[in-house]
């Protein structure tokens, strides 16, 4: 029997709000322990929450982005339970009326293929605080760090709309990618800010209703939610072959081990005792001002993925690419605006530049020594014939390592095209005396001949000359025409 | 000759701008009252003896000096033991808090500091509020000044029986389902719940998100109108405050009933009511036909679910707010070693919490538990939209209502204690109003045969304070049962 997964994630997403959720406390990472706290995110006795009208608006601006009905009213509730990374012992969240429903987002295939995620809801809510395990008199503590106490945290919970891993992760990327047009979150899964919760159960192929669904927690990166993905596909297939029956879970990722682990079962649904939060009057969102922040979203990538095509003549792939993250299409369009040459660029930063971004670091385009103003240059000095393409392409690597201009590396570096024909007929009589044979081959009409000529001239040249020049030159000289 | 302890805070404030009284005797006299009187009484948690010294000294030299002071700077409060008032211990009555010193002020603690007014103590309550008697404090219940058996009502007993004991000038309370009023009948003082929203919660240790507000618990109506005034007003730190501005109360109080429509609620004549307190209650309403008011018979009737309703919401609410005194942060820890943190939540707990406190927090987990929620917390909202309605067709004929303040007169200590559901009819005449976030005032109303305290309430649409004010301020001027005072 065949089966198939059932996937779907929930995304929480930490906003890039100032201050925490509920009071003035800045909102901040990697300070000392309980740097960032005051008394409301202590959650001491008698202190009330304020919402934060920022944490606000970047929400409903995912949750206008994601298509989502918004309510003239949403309201928060409380999620009751006991731990101590939570001061209060209960989360103020958004259960009965979030503040986005019925969304959907489109994730591109590669391949072109379009298919449609369902949103179930978006609602803000409080982060956790840290819990950190140590050793402290020989015995095994547990301390509190409550500097991410009651962070705005956005949670976008999915319909289980995905069936295979390759949507999975064109679902992940897409949802990335929007969230930073949106620049609601600087989204790094490194430090916890974009976190993608599992969800996947297995079904026969052709079968309606859905198996019985497993979550997965922990995985810090779209690489390990992958293999989270596999490892659960595989497992749960199996169970399912030899009869046997899927537990409704909670599993954690191990990511060194490269398996899940039994986290909790979820014997029905814990109980959280929902109810209104009290302490905070609905929110009422002004249908104008929800306009305003429609007008005001950004082009997002789609738009802009079509605009390329049409704007600059880029092939549709290309396109994509420079249109995944918005710094790098801002950065894109920044170069055309100094100097007109839009192939040129998208070359350039799809080979030499997005290679230099992610990785261990999460480095951004603008982490990086090089700006538009060394791209636009680097094309107008192309344009202008004084260097060839080899040469800027290694006047780029030069730059993106050192931060230097163009202009100055080609001057130092002496790279500026050899244009004094003279030097270049010199070149072009010596190899055609040192390499008479092929100079005979070519006479006796093997045209490829030439190019290998060619390649010799510009070896003299260390790459200064033009290869058309030489190979003019060539051809006319070895004809016995006078150049 | 009249003591300084005796005057109330309209009287001091005279007394300390002419110069006839200085604000450090009038703290001396107050002091002294408190060591008099407090052993029988017991309605201090604690006495902030030296920091009261201080602060009505530097009142004087500032007075002395010109500077431009709020009338009442000098006179003393006592804040109940649920306010945080800062560096001073907030044990909220119970032992889970007993080591518990705020790092920051409430907003109306800062309020009164701002108007010059001078924290005395704090003083006794119901533990974390949960109670009519005062006798569920972990650290000793609070006598009733009239009789030293009996209770002086709850949860603000403290409030309620250092004012009528002569131990503070000023007193503040919080009333959930009648806190302030219940126990301003019991101790014949005046008492005001204001609109809920009208006082900022800020730094008032929560019971019932929903139902908690903070109000006056006074001498006489005249200072319950100042006190509130300095009180009031919206909160940026609290989001349930309301954002309109305060009225100028004292300039206000007429005491003018002149054409004023009186409702009396027909369902409020309860069964098992005692007669004296009935017989109170219409001589009250004889009282203000008599000063050119007419009383007219009205329904509300959704009454009889109020305390149902209340006891289900209040302790939903409860259970969610008190989820946080779990000894990790602050607070009791019990004794390690634990077998894991769920045993050292449970350890600190049972130990920390009294019984009613237990009670209320099962009650109200029960009421937000899956299958139960719909049935008994939705269904407790709706009633309470009822409730509300009640009162808003009520006051579209009438102005204010009248009403009983409690069932009984103050009742012996320990003669509720072991029937909870008794002790919660208590609050059968103040819980509706909580439940509809409307303002309402007792005001002492007579004496029964036996001589204990028996209180009238008055009830007005939201934001009527001032209305109330001057109704129950009519009552004082035209009688003296305010004046009186027990024998200690």
Not at chain 1, 141 to 151: G, K, Q, Y
Not at chain 1, 254 to 281: C, H, I, N, Q, W
Not at chain 2, 143 to 169: F, H, K, M, Q, Y
Not at chain 2, 398 to 419: R, W
Request: net charge negative.
């Amino acid at each position: 029997m065949e089966f198939e997964p059932v996937i779907g994630f929930e995304t929480h997403v930490e906003l890039a709000a100032k201050s925490k959720v509920f009071c003035d406390t800045r909102a901040e990472f990697g300070g000392e322990p309980n740097s960032y706290v005051c008394e409301v995110c202590l959650g001491l006795p008698g202190t009330l929450p304020v919402l934060n009208k920022t944490s606000m608006e970047l929400s409903l601006k995912v949750a206008l982005a994601l298509n989502c009905d918004i309510p003239e009213v949403t309201e928060f509730d409380r999620k009751n339970y006991y731990y101590p990374d939570l001061p209060k012992n209960y989360q103020i969240s958004q259960e009965y009326r979030p503040l986005g429903r019925n969304g959907a987002m489109t994730i591109l295939m590669p391949g072109g293929r379009e298919k449609t995620v369902g949103i179930h809801n978006i609602h803000l809510e409080e982060d956790a605080g840290k819990l950190v395990h140590d050793v402290y008199k020989g015995r095994g503590v547990s301390l509190v760090d409550l500097n991410r106490a009651s962070t705005s945290l956005l949670e976008i919970v999915s319909q289980p709309d995905m069936r295979s891993p390759e949507e999975a992760e064109a679902f992940m990327e897409t949802m990335r990618s929007l969230l930073r047009y949106l620049e609601v979150s600087d989204c790094k899964m490194q430090e916890g800010s974009l976190r993608f919760e599992l969800n996947v159960s297995m079904r026969p192929k052709g079968q309606k209703e859905f198996g019985t669904k497993v979550e997965v927690k922990n995985v810090g990166s779209v690489r390990a939610v992958l293999r989270a993905l596999d490892y659960e596909m595989r497992r749960q297939t199996e169970i399912l072959e030899d009869g046997g029956r899927v537990i409704q879970e909670t599993r954690l990722w191990d990511d060194e081990r490269g398996e899940t682990r039994s986290m909790r079962v979820k014997e029905g649904a814990k109980d959280y005792r929902y109810f209104p939060e009290p302490d905070l009057p609905p929110v009422h969102i002004d249908r104008e001002y929800l306009e305003t922040l429609r007008k005001d979203l950004p082009e997002l990538r789609d738009a802009k993925r079509k605009r390329f095509v049409e704007e600059y003549g880029l092939p549709d792939y290309d396109a994509g690419v420079l249109a995944a993250e918005k710094a790098v299409a801002d950065f894109f369009e920044e170069c055309t605006r100094l100097h007109n040459a839009p192939k040129v660029y998208s070359n350039w930063i799809m080979v030499y530049i997005l290679r230099e971004l992610g990785g261990e670091d999460e480095k951004e385009i603008a982490d990086l020594k090089i700006t538009p103003e060394h791209l636009a240059q680097l094309a107008q000095i192309l344009d202008s014939g004084k260097i060839n393409q080899n040469i800027a392409k290694k006047v780029l690597n030069k730059s993106l390592q050192t931060g230097d201009l163009p202009e100055k590396i080609i001057q130092e570096k002496g790279l500026e095209m050899v244009s004094d024909s003279g030097e270049i007929e010199k070149f072009v009589d010596e190899v055609i005396v040192e390499q008479a044979g092929p100079v005979e081959e070519y006479k006796n009409g093997k045209d490829n001949t030439l190019n290998f000529l060619v390649g010799q001239v510009m070896r003299k040249s260390r790459g200064k000359a033009q290869p058309d020049t030489v190979q003019e030159l060539l051809r006319k000289k070895i004809r016995g025409e006078q150049p | 000759m009249t003591e300084p302890y005796q005057l109330t805070a309209w009287e001091a404030a005279q007394a300390l701008q002419n110069r006839s009284l200085s604000s450090s005797e009038l703290i001396s006299s107050v002091l002294r009252r408190i060591g008099e009187v407090e052993p029988k009484v017991h309605a201090f948690q604690v006495v902030i003896a030296d920091k009261a010294k201080e602060m009505a000294k530097e009142i004087d030299d500032r007075r002395a000096r010109g500077d431009s002071l709020h009338p009442w700077a000098g006179v003393p409060i006592a804040v109940k033991d649920n306010f945080c008032l800062k560096d001073a211990p907030c044990t909220c009555s119970s032992r889970i808090l007993e080591n518990f010193n705020p790092p920051y002020h409430a907003t109306v603690v800062q309020k009164m500091l701002d108007a010059g007014l001078i924290p005395i103590g704090k003083t006794n309550l119901d533990e974390f509020a949960m109670g009519s008697s005062t006798e569920n404090s972990a650290f000793g219940m609070t006598r009733n000044p009239w009789d030293l058996d009996r209770v002086p009502g709850g949860s603000s007993g403290g409030s309620a029986a250092s004012i009528i004991a002569d131990e503070t000038v000023l007193s503040i309370g919080s009333d959930t389902g009648g806190s302030i009023r219940q126990p301003a009948a019991f101790c014949s003082i005046t008492g005001m719940k204001p609109t809920y929203g009208r006082v900022s919660r800020y730094g008032l240790v929560a019971f019932a998100s929903s139902l908690d507000q903070i109000g006056p618990m006074t001498k006489d109506v005249r200072d319950a109108a100042g006190l509130l005034q300095i009180i009031a007003g919206h909160d940026p730190h609290d989001s349930t405050s309301i954002a309109q501005p305060v009225p100028d109360y004292l300039t206000e109080l007429t005491g003018d009933v002149r054409g004023l429509k009186i409702g009396i609620p027909k369902e409020y004549s309860i069964e098992g009511m005692n007669p004296e307190i009935e017989k109170n209650w219409r001589e009250a309403a004889l009282f203000y036909e008599g000063q050119g008011a007419e009383c007219v018979e009205i329904s509300l009737p959704h009454t009889e679910y109020a305390i149902a309703v209340y006891y289900m919401i209040g302790t939903a609410e409860a259970s969610s707010n008190l989820a946080r005194y779990d000894g990790v942060v602050y607070g009791r820890r019990a004794e390690g070693p634990f077998e894991n943190i769920v045993d050292m939540y449970r350890k600190s707990r049972s130990e920390g919490f009294g019984s009613e406190v237990k009670r209320r927090i099962m009650l109200g987990t029960y009421v937000l538990s899956a299958g139960y929620f719909d049935a008994y917390y939705r269904r407790a909202q709706r009633v309470r939209t009822l409730i509300k309605n009640d009162f808003e067709a009520a006051f579209k004929t009438v102005d204010v209502v009248l009403c009983p303040a409690t069932p009984s007169p103050p009742f012996k200590a320990g003669e509720k204690t072991d029937d909870p559901l008794e002790m919660y009819l208590s609050d059968v005449f103040t819980a509706p109003l909580n439940l509809a976030g409307l303002p309402g005032i007792v005001i002492p109303g007579g004496f029964s045969s036996e001589g204990l305290p028996i209180g009238i309430q008055l009830i007005g649409p939201a934001l009527s304070e001032s209305r109330l004010f001057n109704v129950a301020h009519r009552f004082q001027m035209e009688t003296d049962i305010h004046k009186r005072r027990p024998t200690l």
